[in-house]
């Protein structure tokens, strides 16, 4: 299993805008194909900048190829769509993590 986890930065101009876009639109949109599971959204904490705030969102995929395809299919839209509405005021970075058993 994936973890697809995408950190924004949101400018504090835009902060309750940006999450609730995220909460209501980028997230639901994202789950629709259900390729994606599991979203989470989450604060990352112990930032100190003065301009902004940074929350992950997070999804669980079956595996990298099921993610590419998604990329490829609506992934790219959605980001599109977030960028023309929130340009540089609400900036993201994603990455990939890979769930390993802890129970040995």
């Known amino acids: 299993m994936i973890i697809y986890n995408t950190t924004f930065h949101i400018d504090k101009s835009v902060r309750d805008e940006g999450l609730d876009y995220l909460r209501k639109i980028y997230m639901p949109q994202a789950l629709a194909s259900g390729f994606l599971r ?14 902004g705030e940074n929350y992950c969102v997070q999804f669980r995929v079956k595996n990298v190829d099921t993610l590419n395809y998604w990329m490829e299919k609506e992934g790219r839209t ?14 993201g970075f994603s990455t990939l993590l890979e769930e390993l058993d802890w129970a040995l």
């Open 38 to 51: 599991d979203p989470n959204l989450r604060r990352v904490l112990a930032t100190d900048d003065a301009e």
């Open 78 to 91: 959605l980001h599109e769509a977030l960028v023309r509405r929130f340009g540089e005021k609400m900036v």
